[in-house]
């Protein structure tokens, strides 16, 4: 996956050019870095993707395999059922 990077030095020039102090053009420059770096942390890899896509699968077909024996289970119930009476 690819990401935009951040230009940290742009960022800093830019605010030092619209008349910030460099002092403060700094520390906000240090506040968004810290900030984007939190965020691209959180992105999910592709392998956290992989694992959750296997779980999913293990998921679905349990509850597909679930479904298939209680429907057969219900079905084989009431057939027992109907032929009792016959």
């Known amino acids: 996956m690819s990401t935009i990077p951040f230009d940290t030095h742009a960022f800093y020039v830019e605010l030092v050019e619209s008349g910030l102090a460099e002092k403060t053009a700094d520390a ?42 209680l429907q057969t289970t219900i079905i084989a119930a009431l057939m027992l059922k109907l032929t009792a009476h016959i």
């Open 28 to 69: 906000l420059t240090k506040a968004v870095t810290k900030i984007e770096l939190a965020k691209l942390e959180e992105l999910a890899t592709k392998r956290d993707i992989s694992e959750m896509k296997a779980d999913l699968q293990r998921w679905t077909v349990t509850v597909v395999m679930g479904t298939a024996i």
